[in-house]
Structure formats: structure tokens, C-alpha cells
């Protein structure tokens, strides 16, 4: 996949009611925040972070989804996926601390950018939006436990559909995404995945052609994946409840 390192240009921020992280907040607590939002549009492949490396900017994205990888022994396994209902990177801004993974742009969109300081300085003055960032860094942490769990236990064919059930939610049923990609975030092999998508394919839960992924039947894919999409979407709710 094409890295790209540089941050596009930054525009005057455009709330869209897709950015369901920001809109939790009351209009009151928003009015403070927005004067200091730019938006970007970010290319698949940017990459928002290195790791070890000092956060500049936090990211709320809008659409797109942005993945959290480990790279081990030069292969990049996916340890999180966050999009239009969350944020990267306030944790390790509140906290003067560095990036712990190569985060990059899995899926192009756009997002709600906010510079490091400035949002730590927020988050001292402005206690609720505080708080809300602290509880999404609480279920970031419940779905990274989740994925690690879901990759020693679960079957390739259960995990390809959660990722579908996941990837649908944020970006809705075609998904950009090719099944190399796929194979290399979920840690296997490109012909493991390419076998998983030719049998459901086959059973009409999904057709594919070099480069996207279109959900046929999402009925069939949730009841095929394991129990943990339905595990991380109920641990959201609660948190946020």
C-alpha cells in the first residue's frame, strides 16, 4: 500500500454530523472546542502516526477508518480500528506521551483534525469534554484486549466477518479495501482470506472485485462472525451510556 507521510492541506473545520464522538457533546461544550478544529481530507495509506514517536495532531474522523497496526518481523497486524465514533490520539497528548503504534489511514476520509497542545489544554479547562475522551480511551483499550483475544481463539472465517461487520458499520456496504490488505491486518495469509471470500461470495453474503468489497447479505455475515463485534458494539454503549 502507497504511505503517505505529509498531512494534506488543513481547511476550516466542517462539523458533519458523522463525527458521532463530537457530537456526544452538549452545543455549549462544542461551542469551545470548534473554534480550534481544521479538517483534512486524509489519503488511504497516510500515516498519522509512527511509532515511539510524539503526537502532533489528534484525529476525529468523519468517515474513512483508521487502523492501529503492529509491526512484527515486517508484517503489520491490526490491533484497532477506529472511525467516525471515536478519535486517535488524545491519550497519549493528554499525557505529553508518544505514539505506542503505526497508526495509518486504512480507509481514505475525512476528519476533524485538533493540535496536540490545544486539545490538552481543553481537556484541562473543559472537564466534560475531558471526560469524554477519557471513556474512549476506555473502550479503545476494551477493543484492543477484544481483537487480541479474537485472533488466539476464533477461526479465519468468523474473524473476516467481524472485520465486515466493523468495516460496514463506519463506511457502510462497498468497502474499498482489497484482500490483501485484509489478510495482512488480520495477521494470515492472503490465500486464507481469499478461500473465506470465494465461500461467501458463493453464498451470497458478499461480492468482490480487485480492490473493493460490496456486503450482499449482512443478516449471513452477522451470523457467521464470532461474538465479538457484538461484544465491542455493546461495551460502546455502555461505556457512553
Known sequence: MLRVRSLPPLTEQRRAPQQQLLARL???TFARIEPHLSFADLP???IIAESHAHLQRVYFPHDGIISC???????AIESGMIGKDG????????????????????VAGGASVLDADRL???AEAVPIFREMLIHY??????????????????????RTCKWLLRMQQLVGDEIPLTQDFLAQMMGVGRTSVSGVAAKLADAGMISYTRGRIRILSLAKIQKRACECDAAVNANYARIFS
Open 69 to 75: 497496526v503492529e509491526l512484527l518481523d515486517g508484517r
Open 120 to 122: 490538552r489544554n481543553l
Open 26 to 28: 452538549p452545543r455549549s
Open 44 to 46: 488511504q495509506g497516510f
Open 87 to 106: 478519535q486517535y490520539g488524545a491519550g497519549p497528548a493528554m499525557d505529553h506521551k508518544i505514539s505506542l503504534n503505526h497508526v495509518v489511514m486504512q
Open 137 to 158: 480511551e476506555q473502550f479503545f483499550l476494551s477493543q484492543v484486549q477484544q481483537t487480541s483475544a479474537c485472533n488466539a481463539v476464533h477461526d479465519v472465517p468468523s
